[in-house]
């Protein structure tokens, strides 16, 4: 059963090379240094490719209080230096995740974002709010993570470069 499209973009560009942004981003388990994730468990040794599958801890925040639990991916595309996409599980909803990068005359651009697949029948009352929820906050979900989202999530890449270079400026 489809979810209403709900879904999440990004794009920004930034001054590094396309082979270190995509090396900084293909790396699940290093995400928590980039804001993305609390905690990741890689589920198979050795480099990502077509086929692994990891967990991410994810924290959702609500009216009620918080409530965290384990997503599950398995990553569907993986180009070096191109592309990297997983899809995943959390709670009944299936989601497909997505990082591209390309060369620019800046440095690199990077995409990145989610979107909803499906939901199974037990899943629909989330996948009502989901549908509702975004419905009515979306524009402002877009400019929170516009603002705050864009600005962390560069200033957490530049540092995990900065880092890889060994801190050189």
């Known amino acids: 059963m489809a979810v209403a499209s709900f879904q999440r973009r990004m794009q920004i560009v930034i001054d590094a090379?396309?082979?270190?942004?995509?090396?900084?981003?293909?790396?699940?388990a290093r995400w928590p240094e980039l804001g993305w994730a609390e905690e990741v468990r890689m589920t198979l040794d050795g480099s990502v490719r077509v086929g692994t599958t990891f967990e991410q801890k994810v924290t959702v925040r609500g009216q009620y209080g918080k409530t965290t639990g384990w997503?599950?991916?398995?990553?569907?595309?993986?180009?070096?230096?191109?592309?990297?996409?997983?899809?995943?599980?959390?709670g009944g909803l299936r989601y497909l995740n997505f990082i591209d990068v390309e060369a620019d005359p800046a440095g690199t651009r990077i995409r990145t974002g989610y979107e909803y697949l499906e939901a199974p029948v037990s899943a629909l009352p989330l996948k009502l709010l989901v549908t509702l929820t975004g419905a009515l906050v979306a524009p402002v979900m877009w400019l929170v993570y516009r603002i705050w989202g864009e600005r962390t999530f560069r200033r957490r890449l530049e540092e995990r470069l900065r880092s890889m270079r060994g801190g050189a400026s």
């Open 17 to 28: 090379p396309v082979d270190k942004v995509f090396e900084c981003l293909a790396e699940p």
């Open 71 to 90: 997503a599950k991916y398995e990553v569907t595309e993986f180009v070096p230096n191109r592309r990297l996409a997983w899809e995943g599980d959390m």
